[in-house]
């Protein structure tokens, strides 16, 4: 191991975890509504200043070659700020009851979840780094529901092991990608389980596939898994309406195409799947996460 990496992992690593367990714990401490204030109003402020902003300049600029410079910079601004409330409302998610009369979040779809229930099938969903995401799966958990959420394991350990955890409290179980978790999904998928992934991160491995306009590095898991089990995908989309309030919507199942080989079936699932994420950033591009490098080239 290179020094850089050891000084990483015995002072950096720590101390991240150390700001982010005590982060957590004021923001659980504060009312919602203030702890979603104070971490919006946090990341808007320095945000912006971060090199990182700087893709998320550059994807939109390419997602949207008409907008004005002032467009763009407002909506890295409203990225960074809806960032922030999602993070100050992460530690209270476990409080909540979705449908209690004083709820923050209305849900849409409930027929869908009551269906799921009752097929006796396993089911998918999928969903994007929008609003806050993390409101996905509580409906259907909170409704009798168990879904387990796809994880992909952050650099620093401790704070993997610590969101997991978190994760673990708002999820039937929590699967860690990589060679262990794609056992572990295929096992829940045998036994009638329902995975939730996130589907809008490029990845090393994937398949081309087009995403405003131009082509993205797309995972094919979810594909593969609904033609495996024969099992529908569900999208899941969280909207984020006014600073604390929430709309999370489950919608019917995917058409999923009957004809052709099985990779031209993978294709043409992950292009609905694209553009169902591309139609939502669209209609609220200040609530996507626009500073995931998702295009492979800057064509």
């Excluded at 990845?203 to 898994?225: C, S």
């Excluded at 292009?271 to 669209?282: M, P």
């Amino acid at each position: 191991m290179s020094l850089k990496n050891l000084i990483k992992r015995v002072i950096f690593y720590p101390l991240q975890f150390v700001g982010a367990a005590l982060m957590t714990t004021i923001f659980f401490l504060l009312p919602l509504r203030f702890a979603s204030l104070v971490g919006g109003r946090l990341t808007r402020a320095i945000g912006p200043l971060l090199s990182v902003s700087r893709i998320a300049t550059q994807n939109l600029t390419r997602a949207f070659p008409d907008w004005s410079p002032h467009q763009i910079e407002a909506t890295v601004k409203g990225m960074w700020e809806n960032l922030g409330r999602t993070i100050g409302e992460y530690p209270s998610l476990r409080k909540l009851s979705l449908f209690s009369p004083t709820s923050p979040v209305e849900v849409v779809g409930q027929d869908i979840i009551e269906g799921l229930k009752t097929d006796g099938k396993p089911a998918l969903l999928f969903l994007g780094h929008l609003a806050n995401w993390e409101y996905a799966t509580l409906p259907a958990l909170q409704l009798g529901l168990p879904i387990s959420q796809v994880f992909r394991p952050l650099n620093n350990p401790l704070i993997a092991w610590f969101i997991e955890k978190v994760h673990g409290s708002i999820a039937a179980d929590v699967v860690t990608k990589g060679p262990q978790g794609a056992r572990k999904m295929l096992g829940l998928m045998k036994n009638g389980g329902n995975l939730s992934m996130l589907v809008d991160q490029k990845l090393r491995e994937g398949i081309l596939v087009p995403f405003f306009g131009r082509p993205a590095k797309t995972p094919q898991a979810l594909a593969n898994l609904a033609l495996k089990f024969d099992c529908p995908i569900i999208p899941v989309r969280v909207e984020r309406l006014h600073d604390i309030h929430c709309r999370v919507t489950y919608y019917p199942p995917l058409e999923i195409p009957q004809e052709g080989t099985a990779q031209e079936k993978v294709y043409a699932i992950m292009k609905t799947v694209n553009a169902t994420l591309e139609a939502w950033i669209r209609e609220r591009p200040e609530q996507w996460l626009w500073v995931h490098n998702r295009w492979p080239s800057k064509k």
